[in-house]
């Protein structure tokens, strides 16, 4: 069994706040991050299993913070969350590699089984 | 200008005729006193032609010198005798004007001085009586021995005056004065005006009234004889004449009124009421109604052109206003139609950016109730409760944000077939039916399928089917869903069994931001029926006989190339 370390990335520190607790109920250790540059950095510092990132983030969004995961760790699932992006967009983070493109409002049992589904892989 | 005419032409001929007349008179009565004075000089002339007679006579020169002269000479007078009434006497008289002889008795001579020749004198005036003289010399050889004088009362010959009468007229009268204008007479007496005569003729008042006068010298005497004539006897004429031309002036001008009077009625008159009516027309109101002209001449045909010109006048103003009003009524829904536009495309990017903000705190309330929700476990079932109405508003709210966000956010459709049967098992169970409602299935049975985008059409079904149900209010009863393939199209029919749609409601429900629900935004029958025509259909609605409403989606049918 691994050790189930999920990155929460979203601007919105409620949103990452409620997610982790969420996820934690769920037996996840969930991590933080605020935006693109910081996932980067966390994933850097290894331990990390999967990525759960909302895509519009100030600073640098979540779909250049996939590219740049994925070049470095192309093993990590990502999954991001979108409320509206344009398809060319969600359709260039598919070719990157997210392993899927959730839509807000989370449906939150869809959320944790994509999850559990992208570790398991 | 008639007037003027006529009286000029009245005048010039009245005094033409006038002048005519007065030359005739004129002629006529010079003339007759020509006549008349011929006629006392014939007289005269024979009278003193026997005063010469006596007085060349042997016995009268005897009579001079003979110491009996006296009755001599009463013998030789005798012979002149009393011929007529007027002598007064008859004399011998010497170169001095002593009387030597007198038949009857001695008066004294009338003339101023010796003549030798046989004279008349000029009429003189003795007491009462107008008398002239005839004399003539007595010679013996060259020696004047005297003259045989006869005087005379000037007296009214009755021959003459007859004469006058039946030549001129009674009103006729005659004057004999002498040719030096001392004395006049009538015949009867000394008249105190003499007639004024430039060269033979005149024209005078006497006793107020105009004369006419002519002249004519009695040859072998100092006499003048006049005859007046008053000129209104020889103007009656002209004068009738004159009237005549007045009355035939009047009649002219009387008549030129009547027919102007007439003309004014017949040409005038529609004139200035056909002016009136093109005044009326040209300021903008109607022509109005007036007498027609029923005559045939230009003014009737001018009547005619008039009123067609002014009923196509009226009919074009008309068009135009008809015109007029229809533009301005699409230039004012074009108008509408962009203001709505306008305030909904700011609207709708508002809109959009507070539906996107929204969701995210929305999303972390949905978290939390989740959390809570998953951890309360042993909490009273009250929290629960609550937690599942937060739960449910945040739904409602994310209902609404969806809603802002479909409306404001056009997407293409993807087109695909869409079988009817299995699109309504799809989507039927996606709205919550309270339990008194029934809904019932009407379906052709060889139903051709949608040529749609299947998401963007389930979502115009489940809003009008929500509608449907809302409208129902909870009361219950039977939904119908028809479905009708006709001609490349499809037809789905949503019937309720609820009260149907006010008719001022019919169209504006599908306006944006139209409303009766004391929730919502007003956006879900506007967006269904964007996406419907979007797909190349239409969204309508129409109250059935029986009161619910009928919401009808038409679409393309599938397998048909357009």
Not at chain 2, 519 to 546: E, I, K, W, Y
């Amino acid at each position: 069994m691994k050790d189930r370390t999920i990155l929460v990335v979203d601007d919105d520190p409620g949103m990452v706040e409620t997610l982790c607790d969420i996820l934690e109920l769920h037996g996840w250790h969930p991590v933080r991050a605020y935006d693109g540059a910081e996932a980067i950095a966390m994933v850097r510092e290894g331990e990390i299993d999967v990525v759960l990132m909302d895509v519009r983030m100030p600073r640098m969004s979540g779909a250049e913070a996939l590219r740049a995961i994925k070049a470095r760790h192309p093993e990590i699932p990502v999954v991001l969350v979108t409320a509206m992006a344009a398809q060319e967009v969600l359709n260039q983070a598919e070719r990157d590699g997210a392993v899927r493109i959730l839509k807000k409002p989370l449906d939150l049992p869809l959320m944790l089984q994509v999850l559990e589904q992208a570790i398991a892989a | 200008l008639l007037t003027v005419a006529i009286a000029t032409f009245g005048a010039v001929a009245y005094t033409a005729v006038r002048r005519s007349d007065l030359d005739t008179a004129w002629a006529r009565l010079q003339n007759v006193t020509e006549r008349l004075a011929a006629t006392t000089r014939v007289s005269m002339a024979d009278r003193l032609r026997r005063v010469r007679e006596v007085a060349e006579d042997s016995a009268t020169v005897a009579a001079f010198q003979s110491a009996e002269g006296l009755s001599a000479g009463r013998r030789v007078l005798s012979r002149l005798g009393p011929d007529t009434g007027a002598a007064i006497t008859t004399m011998l008289q010497d170169p001095a004007g002593h009387t030597v002889a007198a038949l009857e008795r001695e008066v004294a001579g009338l003339f101023a001085e010796r003549r030798d020749t046989a004279a008349v004198s000029p009429i003189v005036v003795r007491g009462d009586s107008l008398l002239l003289e005839f004399s003539a010399p007595v010679h013996e050889g060259n020696r004047l021995l005297g003259h045989v004088v006869q005087l005379r009362t000037l007296r009214s010959a009755p021959a003459v005056v007859k004469t006058l009468n039946e030549l001129v007229g009674s009103e006729a009268k005659l004057y004999i004065g002498n040719r030096d204008g001392s004395v006049w007479t009538d015949l009867v007496e000394q008249v105190r005006q003499s007639p004024t005569l430039a060269g033979n003729r005149g024209r005078y008042l006497r006793e107020g009234r105009m004369m006419l006068a002519t002249s004519a010298p009695i040859g072998g005497s100092p006499y003048l004889f006049v005859v007046e004539f008053p000129e209104d006897r020889v103007l009656a004429k002209s004068r009738s004449l004159l009237w005549i031309l007045v009355g035939i002036g009047a009649l002219i001008i009387g008549g030129g009124a009547l027919a102007g009077w007439l003309l004014t009625r017949r040409i005038t008159i529609p004139l200035a009421e056909m002016t009136a009516a093109a005044e009326r027309i040209s300021s903008g109101a109607a022509a109005g109604t007036f007498p027609p002209v029923t005559t045939e001449d230009e003014i009737g045909r001018l009547d005619q052109s008039f009123r067609v010109m002014a009923e196509s006048v009226r009919q074009a103003r008309e068009n135009l206003e008809e015109q007029v009003r229809d533009r301005t009524r699409a230039l004012e829904l074009t108008r509408d139609a962009l203001v709505r536009k306008e305030r909904m495309a700011v609207l709708g990017q508002l809109a959009s950016s507070v539906g996107h903000e929204l969701r995210n705190p929305l999303g972390v309330i949905s978290n939390v109730v989740y959390y809570l929700n998953a951890t309360l476990k042993n909490t009273p079932g009250r929290v629960h409760e609550h937690l599942r109405i937060l739960s449910e508003q945040v739904k409602l709210a994310e209902k609404i944000i969806a809603d802002i966000l479909d409306f404001t956010r056009a997407k293409p459709p993807e087109v695909s077939e869409v079988p009817i049967a299995q699109f309504l098992d799809e989507q039927i169970p996606r709205v919550t039916l309270p339990s008194g409602i029934r809904i019932e299935r009407d379906l052709d049975p060889d139903l051709a399928p949608m040529q749609v985008d299947r998401v963007q059409v389930g979502q115009v079904f489940i809003n009008v089917l929500t509608n449907a149900v809302q409208a129902m209010d909870g009361k219950g009863g039977i939904l119908t869903i028809r479905a009708r393939s006709d001609h490349g199209r499809v037809r789905l029919e949503v019937e309720d069994d609820g009260p149907g749609v006010p008719d001022e409601h019919l169209e504006r429900i599908f306006e944006p931001l139209f409303t009766t629900k004391s929730r919502g935004f007003g956006l879900g029958l506007s967006v269904s029926r964007s996406l419907a025509q979007a797909n190349g259909g239409d969204l309508t609605v129409s109250n059935a006989p029986d009161g619910g409403a009928i919401f009808v989606i038409d679409l393309p049918a599938a397998g048909v190339t357009v």
